[in-house]
């Protein structure tokens, strides 16, 4: 990795430890340039404004999901799509388990509803999510119309990122969080999936 490529990752896993440690409110071009040991000019070098810095965290988390989904299914029948899709939401639910994953989209949420900037960034990132998983949805069932594929998609994107709430490490403790666990989410998500591509009508889209 090239001396910028590294400072740019360095810097983005300060931000993601800010939104963790310390919220939203935080992640200002001060605090962010403090805690990376470098000035705010530095900063500002590889990321112009806080959009662009929001942005290359979140291009960061799709190119994560991206490489550990193509690495979890390259040995899997390409000719089963059925399999690859219920492997694709079981990483997603495990992935929930895990403090960095859910804290920082949360917080990232949470300061989309005031910041113009981050609520855009974070629409383009689920709708990618969403045309991953629309693309999965048509290799399973080759008979649905693209629109089609995609309302169905955004419904169990819906399903996934609900569970998320109930499943993540900041519920650890409660009773009903011991009964969720991944392979009980996996099968209650997979029975969903298949009442939602039975559907006569799914007029659910993002806007």
């Known amino acids: 990795m090239k001396k910028g490529e590294k ?13 963790i440690e310390r919220g939203y409110a935080e992640l200002s071009y001060n605090k962010v340039a403090s805690f990376a040991g470098i000035q705010v000019g530095n900063l500002q070098y590889h990321f112009p404004t806080r959009a662009d810095l929001i942005s290359a965290m979140l291009n960061r988390e799709l190119q994560r999901y991206s490489d550990d989904l193509a690495e979890m299914v390259k040995d899997l029948d390409q000719n ?5 899709l219920l492997k694709s939401i079981d990483y997603l639910l495990q992935d929930q388990t895990k ?47 693209k629109s089609r594929a995609d309302r169905a998609a955004v419904l169990i994107a819906s399903l996934i990122e ?5 499943r993540a490490v900041t519920f650890s403790g409660f009773e009903w969080q011991k009964s969720c666990n991944s392979s009980s989410a996996l099968c209650g998500v997979v ?17």
Request: overall charge positive.
């Open 191 to 207: 029975k969903w999936v298949n009442i939602v591509l039975s559907l006569k009508s799914l007029d659910i889209s993002i806007k």
């Open 80 to 84: 089963d799509p059925e399999k690859i």
């Open 7 to 19: 400072r740019k990752e360095e810097i983005l896993n300060v931000c993601a430890n800010l939104l």
């Open 162 to 166: 609900g569970a998320s709430l109930f």
């Open 99 to 145: 403090q960095s994953s859910c804290i920082v989209f949360w917080e990232l949420w949470a300061l989309a509803a005031h910041d113009m900037d981050a609520a855009r960034l974070m629409k383009t990132y689920y709708q990618q999510y969403v045309d991953e998983l629309s693309k999965l949805v048509r290799n399973m069932r080759p008979i649905l119309s």
